[in-house]
């Protein structure tokens, strides 16, 4: 069980040095180095206008930012699918669903994995298999040309688990091609190796619930129209894992796995039955106890799903309130329109925090109301209780943020740095400034705790770093550890440099070893949860620079010439999601207003400012539409690397305006130190 602690830790219980001048340092710079500034009228147009957009965008009555989080057409057939699945399918949401597919395939016939991606197998299947649910015809020519593309890619069986997995509830797989998820994982104890902590949090939200399907082997009845017969040639309804997996040596952990595969589909109802009613047990308890305070299991899609698919399992009924309220928090990620299309989780927290700097470090009134508002919102939505991560830091006590509304077992160290970060921003009245001071010393505190053995931090976990999970049959999302990130070490270097913390302090010492150790050769740093290595690289320069490293170091400056580097001509900076399939695309593709920010953001931290910085701000004031926001065509946001990729619609036009914003003061302080060499100069005159 997870413990709940009182919101306020005793100093007594605090085990890392408090930065010098604290209370200082949380209260934010109200100041405007030169009001009187002529400021070119383009650059204060455009912030005005981004500034004006936003303000429109925030909830009047709660105080938050929550824009739109898109992704792929896979949970949008995955929702077609689970409709089927509790007898739904002639709702007409299904045919919605649908015509959102439709216009989303290419003319390949295939569907992406990101808008100016290639056609992806598991997608496509997906999408073919959901329209089919729908009523369209397989003779139809969208199925036709969608058929001939999944026989391209190496037909239905080069799908990846999950894919199969759903397939199989209707008969359309058999469970023997299915890599086993066995609820049995739930009896290994926390200190045993193979245990489901050293999975990702999001891996156990979607294993821990499929594990309860897995032992039910449910068969539901296909409706004919849906049935996929004709994607089966030879007739075979999977193929040996061993040939689903690709090309492996002999003896390897791949090798092992498939063994251990085998086994346990060999001893599959065999066993003993009292062990298989306790692991269930133990797996539908640990689901419902995560319900608690959250917005589904990790409040995040694939997880809330699953869970659906077990309580069916389980025999929940109908009208059982714990079923009704996952239905209710799946609606929840529907995005209303014409055709519909679902989010993969909601993002008010990430997008507040971001919105708040972003309006802050553009000039607006440090108390201005709308801040105010977002800061007592933001404060209102720490997370005070133990979750996942006290299994592998139990040493630490919580005080942290979540991505979403609420996910209380899942706070993580991104949100929480970026949330203490924009608190920072923001002037408050007591008694919000003791509330603020209160929460961000337990943030800090829990972030500290969870900084890894390497000097980097992760996500969720604090050392989640087992790499042979990667070679279970079921880990082909790619994600199934949560291994320290740069990006995110980035920004919690940003918030310790902020309120003090300079290379003295040993955790940020040991953060800068490890960014050190990950750069790549030309400079760059790979970006885990950003497209990509744009991204990376704007992050680690930001966080350098907020704990005074010293920027004129050669491998700072290898960061700068790379980004420089990859200017495009119109002044911009573009990289899509192809880079994570081939790192020698990075810093290409079409310029996009997030990443042009990040890019500018970057240079300036690393102390450029030279035409570099110039044409990215112009090409930001360029591309700004009349409105005050930016049109952006491809997803730079990232869920799984290679696997699932996001579009977080705020990105366009908040880390623009953070971007104009930061510029327009370097502007104004640049005209400050004119004027004192000027007046230092007439003083000399009148003194001669």
Not at 212 to 230: F, K, Q, Y
Not at 327 to 347: F, H, K, N, T, Y
Not at 477 to 499: C, K, Q, S, W
Not at 535 to 551: F, K, N, P, S
Request: aromatic share 12%; charged share 20%.
């Amino acid at each position: 069980m997870i413990r709940t602690v009182s919101a306020w830790l005793t100093p007594s219980r605090w085990i890392y040095r408090k930065p010098k001048d604290w209370a200082e340092n949380l209260r934010p710079d109200l100041s405007d180095p030169h009001p009187d500034a002529a400021i070119p009228d383009d650059l204060q147009t455009a912030v005005l206008r981004a500034q004006n957009a936003m303000l429109q965008q925030q909830n009047k009555e709660e105080g938050f930012w929550c824009g739109r989080l898109r992704a792929d057409t896979t949970i949008d057939s995955d929702t077609i699918m689970l409709l089927n699945f509790l007898g739904r399918g002639s709702s007409i949401k299904v045919r919605r669903f649908a015509n959102r597919l439709l216009k989303a395939q290419l003319t390949d016939g295939g569907w992406p994995i990101y808008p100016s991606g290639p056609a992806d197998i598991s997608a496509t299947v997906k999408a073919y298999w959901a329209l089919k649910f729908a009523g369209h015809s397989p003779n139809e020519p969208s199925l036709v040309r969608a058929r001939k593309k999944i026989r391209e890619l190496g037909g239905i069986h080069k799908v990846n688990t999950y894919t199969k997995f759903y397939l199989a509830l209707f008969g359309q797989y058999d469970w023997d091609g299915v890599p086993t998820i066995p609820p049995e994982l739930m009896i290994f104890p926390n200190w045993f190796y193979f245990n489901i902590y050293q999975m990702s949090s999001w891996t156990r939200s979607i294993v821990v619930p499929l594990s309860i399907v897995w032992a039910s082997h449910p068969r539901m009845p296909c409706p004919a129209h849906a049935v996929l017969d004709e994607l089966f040639p030879d007739s075979r309804r999977h193929v040996p894992l061993s040939e689903a997996v690709g090309p492996h040596a002999i003896v390897s952990w791949t090798n092992f796995f498939l063994w251990w595969d085998r086994g346990l589909k060999f001893v599959e109802g065999n066993g003993p039955h009292w062990i298989r009613i306790w692991a269930l047990r133990l797996a539908e308890d640990w689901v419902l106890e995560r319900l608690q305070g959250s917005d589904g299991l990790g409040a995040i899609y694939p997880g809330i799903v699953n869970t659906i698919l077990a309580m069916k399992c389980l025999g929940y009924g109908e009208t059982d309130p714990r079923l009704l309220e996952q239905l209710a928090v799946l609606e929840r990620l529907e995005l209303p329109g014409e055709d519909l299309q679902m989010q993969p989780c909601q993002s008010p927290v990430w997008d507040t925090a971001i919105s708040v700097i972003a309006l802050a470090e553009s000039g607006l009134d440090r108390n201005h109301p709308a801040l105010v508002r977002a800061a007592d919102w933001l404060i209102s939505k720490e997370i005070t209780t133990e979750g996942d991560w006290i299994v592998g830091n139990p040493k630490g006590h919580p005080g942290g943020w979540a991505f979403e509304f609420n996910n209380e077992f899942y706070p993580d160290v991104d949100d929480t740095a970026m949330v203490m970060l924009a608190l920072r921003h923001v002037y408050l009245d007591e008694p919000l400034t003791v509330l603020r001071e209160k929460a961000c010393q337990r943030g800090l505190h829990w972030m500290l705790s969870m900084q890894c053995s390497n000097g980097g931090w992760a996500a969720f976990d604090k050392d989640n770093t087992k790499t042979i999970f990667n070679k279970i049959p079921f880990a082909d999302h790619n994600a199934m550890i949560d291994p320290p990130a740069v990006d995110i070490t980035g920004r919690v270097l940003e918030f310790l440099g902020y309120i003090g913390f300079d290379r003295t302090y040993p955790s940020v010492e040991r953060a800068v070893q490890y960014l050190k150790a990950e750069q790549e050769t030309d400079g760059s740093w790979y970006g885990r949860w950003g497209v990509n290595y744009v991204y990376g690289t704007w992050q680690v320069l930001r966080g350098l620079a907020a704990i005074d490293e010293d920027m004129s170091l050669p491998y700072i400056c290898r960061a700068a010439d790379w980004l420089k580097s990859v200017q495009h001509e119109d002044g911009g900076w573009g990289e899509t999601c192809a880079t994570y399939h081939d790192p020698r695309l990075k810093g290409r593709g079409p310029s996009m207003p997030s990443q042009t920010a990040w890019a500018v953001q970057g240079l300036m931290a690393a102390g450029v400012y030279d035409e570099a910085v110039e044409r990215g701000i112009e090409a930001l004031i360029r591309t700004q539409r009349e409105d005050g926001t930016w049109d952006e065509a491809d997803f730079t946001g990232t869920g799984f690397p290679k696997v699932f990729y996001l579009e977080y619609t705020m990105y366009r036009n908040n880390f623009p305006l953070q971007t104009l914003g930061t510029y327009l003061r370097m502007v104004k302080e640049s005209q400050r130190a004119a004027l004192r060499m000027g007046l230092a100069g007439s003083l000399s005159e009148a003194r001669i």
